[in-house]
């Protein structure tokens, strides 16, 4: 047990070189929708939304991969608290259209007047304020994440079970958020924004702001990320995943290790979907979808598990094949992700960074993939 | 019966004087008067005709609903027989074709006086079966006007069974009509033969009765307890009926939940493809069927029994190709098999798509399978009992292969302890393709019942996967018993819970319930117990 009492044993090199990457490509996509149109390094807003799209994923897939890859939980509801975040941001941008909406009611967003509401719900108040909107879009995940996981991992639920109950999760999230009686918008989610802290959400400016704004807080996460797991408390995780019983044996509690790396990925996953619903313009409960969740971990899985940078490597190459597929032969997406899912599953266990490690390095099996919870009697 | 007479009294009165009084001219007899032409005195000649008793009566009547009925310009009424004219009055055949003949008309009024008038005879018709449907159908009528020909029916009828019928109607003739100074003793008697006979339609009556400020207190009072009393039962049996259709989606769920647990029990994986190969079971019963239809179109009505056989082969053989293409390269991955699996399905659903389109497919459902049958104030439908018995048979036929089988045995034994199993010669390779197989198969099964309910589209699988994910984590895996329990569990609590707080607040209440649940059984409500399965 050397290895615990070893501060930071894995640097993750690549994490830090990643959110350079990351604030550098933002900042130049971002430069670059500035230039007038006749420039020919000028980029559409288009591109700049996809852009920050991707990055917004990004965010998702680097929550996904610090449960899955570091603590050996395969999160299928992970989107559930993406979505949950951006409809916190939703709500702020909804009530920053005031009086501007269809009906001109300066309390009420539109769809609350089209139900013949009378009055805000109380889970509305203050979500005027853009800094009480902001709390709730990484509390409100928190929470939930943190009553789930405490129930969850209290009573040892793991492996297959545990995928499968997150999916329930987001499912019911789902189903609920399709309800117009939540007070969310129901099928139609929460849409129309106008402006966000007084600026234009339709104009080049403040569309390239957001962008560098994601790879900035994208850049944050990753570097957050690498101090949790670099050090002690990363030794802790990996030997949670790698052998839970043994290290509950050695007097650590791994239901509260797991509990914190929980909720700490859903606030990751939160702030991402907060900023994805300000350059997407519209979040409905189709983001609770459990496909969704379960295409963010095919994302970490094509970059790499347990490596933080192969996560965003692996979002926004996956995102980009979809955008370049769809485009061209919609048909054939579907086959196109499915066979990504074969093809990782099957020949690249380690992803992208996988095949691009033992190239730099002999790398030992430091980040093995191998998960052995229900298969407890081979172990 | 001495007040009921004088009712029929003054309303025999009240059509007579209304016949006077709008007939614009006289006519020798009721057959003149159909002759006219003039709807009115048509409505009157045909109660008329109806009471008189004149054996022309019925021919007539009905040849005037059918549009047989000629009138000649030079006077007489003629009923068309195919090429033929036979004299409506004397029922003879005419030898000559009348000159000039017009078809009579019918408009609302004759109609109804038609209807009245024929539901009159049929109350005194010699057929049982006649009078007793005759009685029932005129219980929904609650018309006064044909109060005086119940009360002469009920004056004659022996038949215990249509008595009772006319009195129902009878009661409800009664309670239809505004109340009458004296005739209180009959309401409240009509109030409670009402109450006893239940349902919608007497509800509605009693309803109005209980709010009518013209009735007598006592009549209001009885009323509405027996509006109560209807309202309870109603609600009785509409229990009764979610439970029903809980069970027939507990059976659904039974039949998708038993393949995933039996993969999960044997080889500790989730087939996230499950539900494609219930899709596929149910696009192999749409296919039977297209190719019966094109061969041997006189076994189409059993072609859903030759799909069973055929979507379990067709789907158990995929089963087996996926097990030996690609879940035996991730053994030992659990979690990684189930991002695989789910890429399989996105590439099952597409080819799905791509070869019989997006839309959805009509699987008929033979005649012997459709409509349904009352059971009480249930609806049953043959359907959804089928598919409840369907269900049972795959559960039995399924615990006879798992104890009286050496597969059964061997796929127990992998279950329970997978390396003592392999120690004892068994080759757990095969059992895990067959067990796959055997999984995948149920999935088939599964299709072709959903095919009886629900659309068959390529989406299908993904509509009923997450609740059979539910039954299993539920259930617990390696005990049909726990699967059992926990799809009936599911499936009913689902349905009962649905009227009181919507469809979706059920779904949702019924996941939250079983995250919290497995939160104190991590294994499900039958977990495999020894050390072979130490988390």
């Known amino acids: 047990m050397n290895l615990l009492s070893k501060p930071g044993a894995r640097s993750f090199p690549g994490a830090v070189r990643m959110a350079a990457v990351v604030v550098v490509v933002a900042i130049v996509l971002a430069g670059a929708s500035m230039l007038p149109e006749s420039n020919p390094l000028h980029v559409s807003a288009f591109v700049v939304s996809l852009a920050g799209k991707y990055l917004a994923y990004a965010m998702l897939a680097l929550s996904v991969d610090l449960v899955w890859g570091f603590a050996g939980i ?34 009420l967003p539109d769809f609350m007047i089209f139900l013949s509401w009378k009055s805000l719900p109380w889970y509305w108040w203050g979500t005027d304020h853009f800094a009480w909107a902001m709390l709730l879009v990484l509390v409100i995940p928190a929470a939930l994440a943190g009553v789930f996981g405490w129930l969850a991992f209290r009573s040892r639920v793991s492996g297959v079970y545990l995928s499968i109950i997150t999916q329930a999760l987001t499912y019911a999230l789902m189903l609920g958020f399709f ?31 957001l962008l560098v704004v994601t790879g900035v807080m994208l850049a944050l996460a990753l570097l957050i990320s690498r101090f949790v797991v670099g050090g002690r408390f990363g030794n802790l995780l990996v030997a949670v995943r790698d052998a839970e019983s043994r290290t509950r044996f050695l007097g650590y509690r791994p239901d509260q290790v797991k509990l914190l790396v929980w909720v700490f990925s859903a606030m990751i996953a939160a702030v991402g979907g907060a900023l994805y619903v300000t350059q997407v313009g519209i979040i409905n409960p189709g983001e609770f979808a459990p496909a969704n969740s379960i295409e963010s971990v095919i994302w970490v899985a094509v970059g790499g598990r347990g490596t933080l940078a192969g996560a965003v490597l692996g979002a926004v190459l996956v995102n980009l094949g979809k955008t370049l597929f769809t485009a061209w032969l919609p048909e054939f997406w579907l086959y196109g992700l499915g066979l990504l899912f074969l093809v990782t599953t099957l020949f690249l266990p380690n992803g992208l960074m996988g095949l691009w490690r033992p190239m730099k390095k002999a790398a030992p099996e430091e980040v093995t993939p191998e998960v052995s919870d229900t298969q407890g009697d081979e172990a | 019966m001495r007040k009921a007479g004088w009712l029929s009294g003054v309303m025999a009165a009240l059509v007579m004087g209304a016949a006077i009084v709008f007939s614009p001219l006289a006519h020798a007899d009721e057959f003149d008067a159909l002759a006219s032409g003039h709807f009115e005195d048509m409505a009157g000649a045909i109660a008329t005709l109806a009471a008189s008793g004149n054996p022309q009566a019925v021919p007539v009547l009905h040849a005037l609903e059918e549009h047989q009925l000629f009138a000649s310009s030079q006077g007489g009424l003629f009923i068309r027989q195919g090429e033929n004219y036979v004299d409506a009055r004397t029922g003879q055949p005419v030898s000559a074709t009348p000159p000039d003949l017009h078809p009579m008309r019918l408009n609302n009024r004759v109609r109804k006086a038609l209807a009245g008038a024929q539901a009159e005879m049929e109350l005194v018709a010699p057929q049982r079966d006649v009078r007793l449907k005759a009685a029932t159908a005129l219980y929904g009528r609650h018309d006064p006007a044909l109060l005086p020909a119940i009360d002469h029916a009920l004056s004659v009828e022996k038949d215990s069974g249509v008595r009772v019928k006319l009195e129902e109607a009878r009661a ?45 207190p006592d009549v209001r009072k009885a009323a509405s307890e027996g509006v ?6 109603l609600r009785m049996w509409s229990v009764f009926q979610n439970a029903f259709y809980g069970l027939s989606y507990g059976s659904v769920l039974l039949l998708a939940a038993t393949g995933l647990a039996i993969t999960f029990g044997v080889m500790g994986v989730i087939n996230m493809a499950h539900g494609e190969m219930m899709m596929i079971g149910a696009y192999t019963t749409w296919m039977v069927q297209q190719g019966i239809r094109a061969t041997a179109p006189m076994l189409e009505p059993v072609s859903i029994l030759l799909a069973i056989p055929v979507a379990f082969l067709v789907c158990g053989t995929i089963g087996v190709v996926i097990e030996r293409g690609l879940i035996r390269f991730l053994y030992g991955r659990p979690l990684e098999t189930l991002l695989a699996t789910w890429g399989l399905s996105l590439i099952l659903q597409q080819a799905v798509r791509s ?63 997978r390396r003592m199993a392999a120690l004892m010669g068994i080759r757990t390779p095969r059992v895990d393709a067959l067990a796959f197989g055997l999984g995948a198969g149920l999935a088939g099964l599964a299709g072709v019942a959903v095919s009886q309910i629900d659309n068959v589209s390529p989406n299908l699988g993904q509509s009923y996967i997450i609740d059979s994910f539910m039954v299993v984590v539920f259930g617990g895996v390696g005990n049909l018993w726990g699967t059992l329990a926990a799809a009936m569990a599911l499936g009913m609590g689902g349905k009962i819970l649905e009227p009181t707080i919507g469809a979706v607040s059920a ?9 919290l649940y497995i939160q104190r059984h991590p294994r499900g409500m039958f977990p495999v117990r020894g050390r072979g399965v130490e988390s």
């Open chain 2, 507 to 515: 779904k949702i209440a019924i996941l939250v319930l079983v995250i």
């Open chain 1, 179 to 209: 309800q117009n009686g939540l007070g969310f918008g129901g099928n139609n989610g929460l849409t129309d924004f106008k402006d966000i802290l007084g600026a234009d959400l339709h104009t080049p400016t403040t569309r390239a702001v």
């Open chain 1, 74 to 107: 395969l999160t299928l509801g992970h989107a559930a608290f993406f979505a949950l975040g951006g409809y916190a941001m939703g709500m702020y941008l909804m009530r920053e259209i005031g009086a501007r909406g269809v009906y001109g009611n300066p309390n």
């Open chain 2, 355 to 417: 070869i019989f389109g997006p839309t959805n497919l009509a699987v008929e459902t033979p005649l012997w399978l459709s409509g349904s049958f009352a059971l009480g104030g249930m609806d049953i439908t043959l359907n959804r009992l089928a598919i409840f018995i369907f269900a049972g048979l795959v559960l039995g036929g399924l615990m006879l292969v798992l104890r009286r089988t050496p597969l059964g045995l061997q796929m127990r034994a992998v279950t329970q302890n």
């Open chain 2, 228 to 233: 109560s009393a209807i309202d309870w039962h």
């Open chain 2, 172 to 216: 409800a003739t009664i309670l239809g009509q505004a109340p009458v100074e004296g005739a209180q003793s009959q309401r409240l008697e009509a109030v409670h033969t009402l109450a006893g006979v239940g349902g919608l339609e007497a509800r509605g009556i009693l309803a109005s009765v209980a709010a009518a400020s013209v009735e007598a």
